[in-house]
Nanobody, 121 residues
Framework: VQLQASGGGLVQAGGSLRLSCAASGSIQSIDGLGWYRQAPGKQRELVAIVSSDGSTKYADSVKGRFAISRDTAKNTVYLQMNRLELEDTAVYYC????????????????WGRGTQVTVSS
């Protein structure tokens, strides 16, 4: 599976963007589809992750503003970002942690190319 992120851009503070991560294959069995980001001079950090059972987890800094979702019919995971702040400026990456095959978990560790999000004042 390959991942392709898109939807980044320049937006004013308080605005919204929706990122998309399209997979080249089925995401039905993939567990831990997530979005990470890396700002200049900082380490890559987890933004949000959705498990195969639909449960989600968010970084404290984005709770209540961002929403992650997965569409298995379109093999795509989304990140809806609302009320964007200057501190959200970063390159955003999608990531597939692993998948379940016949009840066995397999680590994948697949990264997509990043998409730049720039929030201006």
């Amino acid at each position: 599976v390959q991942l392709q992120a898109s939807g980044g851009g320049l937006v004013q503070a308080g605005g919204s963007l929706r990122l998309s991560c399209a997979a080249s294959g089925s995401i039905q069995s993939i567990d831990g589809l997530g979005w990470y980001r890396q700002a200049p001079g900082k380490q890559r950090e987890l933004v949000a992750i959705v498990s195969s059972d639909g449960s989600t987890k968010y970084a404290d800094s984005v709770k209540g503003r961002f929403a992650i979702s997965r569409d298995t019919a379109k093999n795509t995971v989304y990140l809806q970002m609302n009320r964007l702040e200057l501190e959200d400026t970063a390159v955003y990456y999608c990531h597939a942690e692993g998948d379940w095959i016949l009840g066995t978990y397999r680590y994948l560790g697949i990264w997509g190319r990043g998409t730049q999000v720039t929030v201006s004042s």
